[in-house]
């Protein structure tokens, strides 16, 4: 089974400074993607980036970038310049490629300061 | 507007009541899936859908029944709830559930807001 771990339960960070939010993983498959969403207060999930497993380069949205390192299972998500709009629960999830099923961890609740 | 619609957006209903959520994607894709989100509590996939066909069914109770009529709607059927039920229903949509080729990627509705009397 694939289990997912946010150890920060919540975060913050003056505005226009840099965060780093971590996530790690377990799993026993080769193919799967990782991604982060973000929960505003409205509640919506919204796509933040998206990693697949199979490429070495890490993704990088904008201010938004992740260190993915394989071999440990990490999947940590860097916010530069972080803006009051960042506020939000921030999720990371794992997807199973193989059995098509998805595994998402506790969050991060992350507040940007001004 | 991330192409994927839930009606309603609110909903109140007492123990006895049956109601509906549905789930409307207007991506093309072919995977649907129904998530729980309790209060500070983690997303809890419930069912998946891949090309009209249940895939997963992570242990829901029998109170709550899925419907996938075809790949672009999704209903949650609700019958008898229990208070601890009442929590935020999401929707998500992707290409398709296997495939490393395809696009993984889940695109979540807004949301109905359950509250269960």
């Known amino acids: 089974a694939q289990t997912v771990t946010q150890s920060q339960p919540e975060m913050s960070v003056q505005e226009a400074e840099t965060v780093t939010l971590s996530c790690t993983y377990d799993t026993s498959e080769n193919n799967y993607y990782l991604f982060w969403y973000k929960q505003p207060p409205s509640r919506q999930m919204i796509l933040v980036i998206r990693q697949e497993a199979y490429k070495q380069q890490n993704a990088t949205e904008n201010r938004f970038s992740v260190n993915f390192q394989k071999a440990a299972k990490s999947f940590s998500l860097k916010i530069s310049d972080s803006q009051l709009g960042d506020t939000a629960m921030y999720f990371c999830a794992f997807i199973d490629t193989n059995a098509g099923k998805s595994t998402f961890g506790d969050g991060t609740t992350l507040t940007v300061k001004p | 507007e991330t192409g994927v619609t839930q009606t309603p957006r609110h909903l109140v209903m007492g123990m006895t009541n049956k109601k509906s959520l549905k789930c409307e994607q207007h991506l093309g894709h072919n995977a649907m899936y129904w998530y729980k989100q309790s209060a500070k509590k983690p997303l809890e996939l419930m069912f998946v859908y891949n090309f009209k066909e249940q895939t997963e069914n992570n242990s829901v109770p029998s109170r709550f029944s899925p419907e996938c009529p075809n790949s672009s709607h999704l209903f949650l059927h609700l019958h008898t709830l229990q208070p601890e039920d009442s929590a935020l229903y999401l929707c998500?949509?992707?290409?398709?559930?296997?495939?490393?080729?395809?696009?993984?990627?889940?695109?979540f509705g807004p949301g109905t807001r359950l509250l269960v009397l």
């Open positions: 998500a949509s992707s290409q398709e559930v296997l495939g490393l080729e395809i696009e993984e990627t889940q695109y």
